[in-house]
């Protein structure tokens, strides 16, 4: 192909290089572009034109030094692929391998039969691209010249500009300005922030590197360097409210790897921490006493998604549940008012406001007892009778409620009766429910109450 390339070339150029007018005033540059790849990666460079007159045609050498690139193509550039109607130059001439290389030589005339075609007087011509590939092990902050050359090849390619002047086709010696290819430094990968503690807004950052680097930065959105990590880190922590009462925050972090001071591009990801609020109190707080032992049946409803709940009794803690339980069971002392309150807590901590019931024991006494003198004898009958037909008092009800329904009448008093005088009724003599002989609480949950019992 090259052989081909020349033949067809030669007698275009041979002409040019015999009519060069070396000392002519018009300025011609040829520039080589400069561009950065990844190890591994490929990066096209532009060869462009600045050129005082048309152009009808060209031809060029660029060399390289070095392992880290491969030529791997050239191709025309945007001021000669849309030659002859989109169809490219009328003639090509390419070579990725030349002789003295390593380079690439490349020549070009954009018609080859009328009308005539010219790059136009401009500058930033782009006329061709040649794209390179960079060997894997090509260490970042490396770099490679590219460099014009008029001896890559056999024949030489000389880097001459082909153009007409009153009527004569004449070469141009541009001058040159070379370019360069440098190696990066891969940039990490699969960066993921996931929010670890809404309270405090921190966030678990998590990535894959592409490369052992010499030290890894994390950023915060502003672009400020909040953490400096080893080069083979693939972790961090980052807090980006510091606050304890969680969102709204947010923030766009960023990580970047560093090797041979060459920075590679930044991963992002979006940090965003919720709000998190403050709880409302339970409600519906309800106590049911067990007044033989003080066992209370607490019972709520949940007005809050909580963390967890707190039990107290008059003010001291006495129990921490999981956040969805709705009932406990708390044990009062003796006799007296106490309040216990309940209240949840959200995942950073914060308390909601309490509720609460008074769980009420009622005053020990002794059932059948009424008058509080310590034996069961006809007195205590009498006490009822006159408490519920002569106008007396009892200031303890439970102590008269001697058949335990709930109620304070007759039945008490007759039952009282055949318990004081050992009267069978149905066939036993009935016997007095607890607390009987002693002091104790009442073991059934009724509307009646002990105001006070000077017995116990």
């Avoid at 061709?128 to 890559?152: D, E, H, M, Q, R």
């Avoid at 007044?291 to 049946?297: H, M, Y």
């Avoid at 439970?398 to 007759?410: F, K, P, Q, W």
């Avoid at 509307?447 to 019992?453: I, K």
Wanted: glycine share 12%; hydrophobic share 35%.
């Amino acid at each position: 192909m090259k052989k081909f390339g020349f033949l067809v070339f030669v007698p275009v150029f041979v002409v040019s290089f015999i009519a060069a007018d070396f000392a002519h005033s018009q300025v011609h540059t040829l520039t080589a572009g400069s561009g950065s790849v990844l190890p591994g990666g490929n990066v096209d460079i532009g060869i462009s034109l600045n050129n005082d007159e048309a152009a009808r045609g060209f031809s060029l050498g660029v060399a390289h030094s070095g392992s880290d690139l491969t030529l791997i193509s050239i191709v025309p550039g945007q001021a000669t692929a849309g030659a002859n109607g989109g169809t490219g130059p009328g003639f090509e001439f390419v070579n990725l391998t030349p002789s003295e290389g390593p380079g690439g030589t490349y020549a070009c005339i954009l018609s080859t039969a009328p009308p005539l075609e010219e790059i136009p007087v401009g500058t930033d011509n782009e006329i061709a691209s040649f794209t390179y590939s960079c060997a894997s092990a090509a260490a970042p902050g490396s770099s490679t010249a590219l460099s014009f050359s008029s001896i890559l090849g056999t024949p030489d390619v000389q880097t001459v500009i082909s153009v007409v002047s009153g009527g004569n086709s004449l070469s141009r010696i541009p001058s040159t300005v070379s370019g360069s290819v440098s190696v990066a430094t891969p940039p990490v990968s699969g960066l993921s922030c996931v929010l670890s503690d809404p309270c405090l807004c921190d966030f678990s950052l998590s990535w894959v590197n592409g490369m052992t680097y010499d030290s890894i930065e994390v950023l915060d959105g502003t672009g400020a360097v909040i953490q400096t990590l080893g080069g083979t880190a693939t972790t961090a922590l980052v807090s980006i409210s510091g606050t304890t009462t969680g969102g709204p925050a947010s923030d766009n972090l960023s990580v970047r790897g560093i090797t041979n001071s060459i920075v590679s591009a930044e991963s992002s990801c979006a940090a965003t921490c919720p709000v998190v609020n403050n709880p409302t109190a339970p409600s519906g707080v309800n106590c049911v006493v067990d007044q033989s032992n003080g066992d209370t049946s607490v019972s709520w409803t949940n007005s809050s998604s909580y963390s967890d709940i707190e039990v107290r009794l008059d003010g001291a803690l006495v129990a921490t549940l999981a956040g969805s339980a709705t009932s406990t069971n708390v044990t009062i002392g003796g006799p007296g008012d106490y309040t216990i309150s309940i209240a949840g807590s959200n995942v950073c901590g914060s308390l909601s406001s309490t509720g609460s019931c008074v769980a009420t024991r009622d005053n020990f006494f002794v059932r059948n007892d009424p008058n509080a003198d310590g034996t069961e004898n006809i007195a205590d009958p009498v006490q009822i009778l006159d408490f519920l037909f002569g106008g007396g008092t009892l200031t303890c009800n439970d102590a008269g409620d001697v058949n335990d329904d709930g109620t304070l009448n007759i039945a008490d008093v007759v039952y009282s009766l055949n318990v004081i005088f050992g009267i069978s009724v149905g066939g036993s003599v009935p016997v007095t429910p607890a607390p009987a002989g002693a002091c104790g609480g009442d073991p059934t949950a009724d509307a009646l109450d002990c105001a006070s019992y000077a017995g116990c």
